[in-house]
């Protein structure tokens, strides 16, 4: 790798790691754009000229490619409750940005290093690290509040006009190269040398501004969102603290997202102008983080967690002895000590009615002991306590379908193609479905959508091929997958964008 494709790298990963997405869940309160306009503190206009780059239409586009590209290079989270709930804390941030009506996409990522990132039509990661390095619920909304401002200030759209020179397919590869720091033999290095190299530094300068946009926009997100906005430079300078005094290694989001004294005294100065309010944290924070801490520690020395975890329940205040209890069950689970966690959740679920995860962790423990019709009874329970719980409903549908009922399952499935955007768990569902109740043709289908989500478009287009077999002849189905063999194929010898 030659020093002007490292220099390109650096500038287009400072530009593309960013961002962050929104949905408030069951808020009993409307907030008015208008109302929001007329508390935000009057922030610089510092111009913007990017609209013009790139049409909506391409970036869409660009977007689902690169959010394939991503699936294919690194593991994303596949727990459902782990993505619903940074969704909704990113929506909570995004309801109250310049863009409240906007759609982002948040997923988080199996990665324990500390980073997020960001590409095209707002499609964010966040990596697992992250959300176990924040110390408080207000330093996790600090780095999404950050982001939410670049997509905002649509600070990603030059990026994005960079990689646009190229077909999908490639352009898609190389954003997400760039971002996840990553090879791809034939793509990210002649694509990176189409710019000049004269206008290296000037873009690298122009990045340094949409960070300091970004820290004051999203300081001014984060209050009005009603998390601390001390938390920003709290957040960022113990971790650039850690690396310094402990000699630790830099972790990525300071690469990333460079964070000098000067920054971090900056956002600290503009935080001060808030009145201090003490802000608590939600209890789904705390054990969506005791979920990936337990997920982290390898099965060989999990005792040593449990042993950790046994200690911390007699500790703090209730909530925070609660979510130990919850990361002991799981971490009993995950050494097959089924009953011993069973006996600790059924008492939080009683002494906690109200929340999803103690009962859906009851009810996957009964399903790993091998207890099906208790665990059926309680996923059904749970669809009735919590019906708009899109991981409720999921893990319903899994469990129906392992215990050979597929027609029910598939009621949940069909339901959430209805209402939200498909991922790869959910094709792969739907394809083992249809083909238990004897429906090919929609079997290989859904598998095709499966394979393609992944970004494996060659193999989708096979499963589509058989699809075609298994039609016999229907005229409709037939042309319809024929259609979409066709797009397939259109996609992968696509001209440029541009």
Do not use: C
Not at 364 to 382: E, G, M
Request: aromatic letters at 8%; glycine letters at 4%; hydrophobic letters at 40%.
């Amino acid at each position: 790798m030659n020093e002007h494709h490292n220099i390109m790298r650096r500038f287009l990963t400072v530009l593309l790691a960013s961002t962050f997405t929104y949905i408030i869940v069951g808020s009993a309160v409307i907030w008015s754009n208008e109302s929001i306009a007329n508390n935000r503190i009057k922030l610089p206009d510092i111009g913007n000229t990017s609209n013009i780059i790139i049409s909506g239409e391409l970036e869409k586009k660009l977007g689902k490619a690169f959010l394939r590209s991503i699936r294919l290079r690194v593991p994303l989270s596949n727990d459902q409750e782990i993505n619903d709930y940074a969704q909704a804390l990113g929506n909570k941030v995004a309801k109250f940005s310049e863009q409240p009506d906007r759609h982002f996409n948040f997923f988080v990522v199996r990665d324990y290093r500390i980073n997020a990132f960001a590409g095209p039509d707002a499609n964010i990661g966040l990596n697992s690290g992250l959300i176990l390095a924040a110390e408080s619920e207000s330093e996790l909304a600090s780095v999404v509040a950050h982001e939410v401002a670049h997509v905002t200030q649509q600070h990603l759209q030059r990026a994005i006009e960079t990689a646009s020179q190229m077909s999908l397919p490639s352009a898609a590869a190389t954003l997400a190269a760039i971002v996840l720091g990553v090879a791809v033999p034939g793509v990210g290095a002649a694509a990176l040398m189409a710019v000049q190299a004269g206008q290296v530094q000037k873009q690298i300068n122009f990045t340094r501004s949409h960070e300091a946009e970004a820290d004051r926009v999203g300081v001014q997100n984060l209050a009005d969102a009603g998390f601390d906005p001390r938390s920003m430079p709290i957040f960022f300078g113990r971790l650039q603290t850690a690396t310094t005094q402990y000699g630790q290694k830099v972790p990525e989001i300071l690469l990333t997202h460079p964070a000098p004294v000067s920054r971090i005294s900056d956002t600290a100065a503009r935080a001060e102008k808030f009145p201090y309010k003490q802000v608590e944290d939600s209890q789904d924070f705390r054990l969506i983080r005791m979920k990936i801490r337990v997920g982290k520690q390898p099965k060989s020395s999990i005792n040593e967690l449990i042993t950790a975890l046994n200690n911390e329940s007699q500790q703090g205040t209730q909530q925070i002895k609660d979510a130990a209890r919850y990361g002991l069950a799981l971490s009993l689970a995950k050494g097959r000590q089924f009953e011993k966690a069973r006996v600790i959740l059924t008492a939080l679920t009683k002494q906690n009615p109200a929340q999803q995860h103690y009962l859906t962790a009851l009810a996957l423990n009964d399903y790993r002991d091998n207890k099906p019709q208790r665990s059926l009874s309680l996923f059904r329970q749970a669809t009735q306590l919590f019906p708009n719980s899109r991981a409720v409903n999921l893990l319903y549908a899994k469990v129906l379908l392992h215990n050979g009922k597929p027609q029910q399952a598939l009621a949940y499935l069909n339901q959430d193609i209805q209402h939200f955007n498909p991922t790869p768990n959910v094709y792969d569902l739907l394809s083992i479905a249809n083909g238990q109740v004897n429906n090919p043709v929609r079997g290989f289908q859904y598998r095709a959508e499966y394979f393609y989500s992944l970004g494996l478009t060659k193999d989708a287009i096979i499963q589509l091929e058989q699809a075609l077999r298994a039609a016999n002849n229907n005229f409709y189905l037939s042309s319809q997958i024929e259609n979409r063999i066709n797009q397939l194929r259109a996609e992968l010898r696509a001209p440029r964008l541009l």
